[in-house]
């Protein structure tokens, strides 16, 4: 077994199929006690040889919804979350490209030692290093509030799950060449929020030169305002029956209690035009200057090359977690379009989307036009506005639209939220994957082909390799994108005919600040 030195001390990780592991190692201290709300410090030092063959605690979490967790994902929780796991051919010298998985789950669940993100086919293949990390979720990674601003060892209120990972991805720049990794070559990926932290993080100085490509996938760049992350704030307060938000007051509650009292929060009904997120990114002045939109538009990070996409079927995900969703009308399609989009008039938003999708031979009922209709709004326009601003300050940026359809449920779900996932990791085989996302060798061949795009893309800044046709930058005019499917391959401007509707509400128009 390979033994490694590390911040903190040695580790002992181990090998199977082709590749080494090592997991559970710690890249900051527990975040506990008075630590809490606090910028991350390095990891204590320990004696010995610490065991690297057994994945870390998860973050404290709600429990795992029934039929969405994936048996087989850790299940121990603990504030003293703050480890990462690695994956490499070799802990040698061969200056490997280094990818760096950041996991989704809505900044209130999930870990980066999940089934899904195990890095092992990934390394193997691509000849990479790959590293996933676990942050701290929910209230005790992205409360903020001013009454936590810190002592001086973070220059904000909030974004505590930000500093974590700007924490791991400075200790993968300390240590990539231990495990046979090229510190100057890292690519930080993710899905759901953990695309929308990438999103953050390529707007975070903080951050600037930690990683040299960044792929997002379905993370829209979404953040909250200081005001409205205060509300939050205070509406936490009063869940837990704290008359006034001081760190002492809530350094008294339990991380089970904060858990509970943020779930009763993400149950309220958001702002109009909000996600059902109480916790998100904050633009705080500092550590997150602006909002990510607003970066790419003053061209901040502009060397960083980016791989940008979604799903066809986001919202089909879901719809699981409230099956009256599966009994919509027109009137209550119209209802949740007018909150969900209220930059739009609802009757027009419909009336596109189900012209666009009869013209197709697609079904037109009000979940089916629900859940595209969402999707677009949510996460694909949102994307394409944010490649829009990047390309207008001459940036490569790529984009891909996922169209492969789960059969389970019936095909319900079709291309739904965060299916692409195994296939990019290529975890394909494990059965309880298999059973939902489908297999054969049409996943399989699919899988190759996504998987060797993210791998070119990590170690050229262009996803394009000898599996699929060229694959250009894309741009407002031409639109090319990259979809992967039963039927995939470059588009110009795929289902672009709904899309005129958010063209017309909010235009792809590629701003520049100087």
């Known amino acids: 077994m390979e033994v490694l030195e590390v911040a903190g001390g040695r580790i002992r990780g181990r090998q199977r199929g082709g590749v080494w592991s090592y997991s559970g190692v710690p890249y900051a201290r527990s975040p506990e006690g008075p630590l809490r709300w606090r910028a991350p410090l390095a990891p204590e030092p320990w004696a010995g040889i610490r065991d690297a063959t057994a994945f870390g605690s998860m973050a404290p979490q709600p429990p795992p919804i029934p039929g969405v967790s994936v048996p087989g994902d850790p299940v121990e929780q603990a504030e003293d979350c703050l480890t990462l796991n690695v994956w490499t051919p070799a802990p040698d010298r061969a200056r490997r490209p280094v990818m760096v998985w950041i996991h989704g789950g809505g900044f209130t669940s999930g870990t980066g030692a999940g089934l899904l993100y195990r890095g092992g086919e990934l390394a193997q293949e691509g000849d990479l290093v790959v590293v996933t990390i676990n942050y701290r979720l929910g209230a005790l990674g992205f409360l903020a509030h001013p009454a936590l601003a810190d002592d001086g060892s973070a220059p904000t209120f909030g974004n505590w799950g930000l500093l974590d990972q700007v924490a791991a991805l400075r200790w993968?720049?300390?240590?990539?060449?231990?495990?046979?990794?090229?510190?100057?070559?890292?690519?930080?990926?993710?899905?759901?929020?953990?695309?929308?932290?990438?999103?953050?993080?390529?707007?975070?100085?903080?951050?600037?030169?930690?990683?040299?490509?960044?792929?997002?996938?379905?993370?829209?760049?979404?953040?909250?305002?200081?005001?409205?992350?205060?509300?939050?704030?205070?509406?936490?307060?009063?869940?837990?029956?704290?008359?006034?938000?001081?760190?002492?007051?809530?350094?008294?509650?339990?991380?089970?209690?904060?858990?509970?009292?943020?779930?009763?929060?993400?149950?309220?009904?958001?702002?109009?035009?909000?996600?059902?997120?109480?916790?998100?990114?904050?633009?705080?002045?500092?550590?997150?200057?602006?909002?990510?939109?607003?970066?790419?538009?003053?061209?901040?990070?502009?060397?960083?090359?980016?791989?940008?996409?979604?799903?066809?079927?986001?919202?089909?995900?879901?719809?699981?977690?409230?099956?009256?969703?599966?009994?919509?009308?027109?009137?209550?399609?119209?209802?949740?379009?007018?909150?969900?989009?209220?930059?739009?008039?609802?009757?027009?938003?419909?009336?596109c989307y189900r012209e666009a999708r009869a013209a197709r031979g697609e079904s037109i009922a009000p979940l089916d036009l629900w859940v595209a209709a969402g999707s677009d709004r949510v996460f694909r326009w949102p994307s394409l506005t944010l490649a829009a601003a990047r390309r207008a300050r001459g940036r490569d940026t790529f984009v891909y639209l996922f169209t492969w359809e789960a059969p389970v449920f019936g095909g319900v779900l079709g291309s739904c939220h965060a299916l692409e996932i195994p296939f990019v990791f290529g975890s394909l085989r494990q059965p309880v994957v298999a059973a939902f996302v489908g297999d054969g060798p049409e996943a399989e061949a699919l899988s190759k082909r996504m998987r060797g795009a993210w791998i070119a893309f990590a170690r050229h800044g262009q996803p394009s390799h000898s599996g699929i046709e060229s694959w250009p930058a894309w741009d407002p005019g031409r639109r090319a994108t990259m979809v992967f499917g039963r039927h995939g391959g470059l588009e110009d401007a795929p289902r672009n005919e709904e899309l005129a509707v958010w063209e017309r509400n909010s235009p792809l128009s590629g701003r520049v600040e100087a």
């Open 172 to 351: 993968v720049r300390e240590h990539a060449s231990v495990f046979g990794g090229d510190p100057g070559n890292v690519t930080v990926f993710g899905e759901s929020a953990g695309a929308m932290s990438v999103s953050a993080l390529l707007a975070m100085p903080g951050a600037d030169g930690l990683f040299q490509r960044a792929i997002i996938e379905s993370g829209p760049p979404y953040t909250h305002s200081p005001e409205r992350a205060e509300q939050a704030a205070e509406h936490l307060a009063g869940e837990l029956g704290i008359d006034r938000v001081t760190r002492a007051a809530l350094e008294t509650v339990t991380a089970a209690d904060l858990v509970s009292a943020t779930q009763r929060l993400r149950d309220r009904l958001p702002p109009p035009g909000e996600l059902p997120l109480p916790f998100l990114p904050v633009v705080d002045g500092t550590l997150l200057p602006v909002s990510p939109e607003d970066a790419m538009a003053t061209g901040w990070t502009a060397d960083v090359p980016v791989l940008i996409g979604t799903n066809r079927d986001e919202l089909s995900f879901f719809a699981l977690g409230d099956r009256r969703l599966f009994a919509i009308d027109d009137d209550g399609l119209l209802r949740w379009m007018a909150r969900a989009a209220p930059e739009a008039e609802p009757d027009e938003v419909v009336g």
